[in-house]
């Protein structure tokens, strides 16, 4: 998940010319106190972090990834950064597996 984004700031340094998607059934966090923080400390100044509230174990995800401008694009990189239950792990390998691309 998002949670407070700290992870989603380090991806944005790793990954430079990248963009970053974060994921989370509640981006209440992040929103309301994450951004700001991480903003005030010099994290997500490059401007390529969205966080999306949607359930990443729901096939409806890949709707709010099209609503955001994602439709049809396929992804480098997945970072499962949620729950730890198999069942959920599951349910989002078989969700965003097939919309990695070749090779990634």
Known sequence: GVRFGSSLA??????????IVG?????K???TR????LGSL???????????EANATDISVLDVLREAGFG???????VDDAN??????????EVLFPNVLRGG
């Not at 380090?10 to 963009?19: A, C, I």
């Open 10 to 19: 380090m991806w944005s340094e790793y990954f430079p010319f990248g963009r």
């Open 34 to 37: 994450g951004r700001h923080v």
């Open 42 to 52: 010099g994290a997500l100044r490059r401007n390529n972090v969205l966080a999306l």
């Open 23 to 27: 994921l989370d059934k509640d981006i």
């Open 84 to 93: 730890h239950w198999a069942k959920d792990q599951i349910a989002r390998f």
């Open 29 to 31: 966090t992040f929103a």
């Open 72 to 78: 049809g694009q396929a992804f480098d990189i997945v």
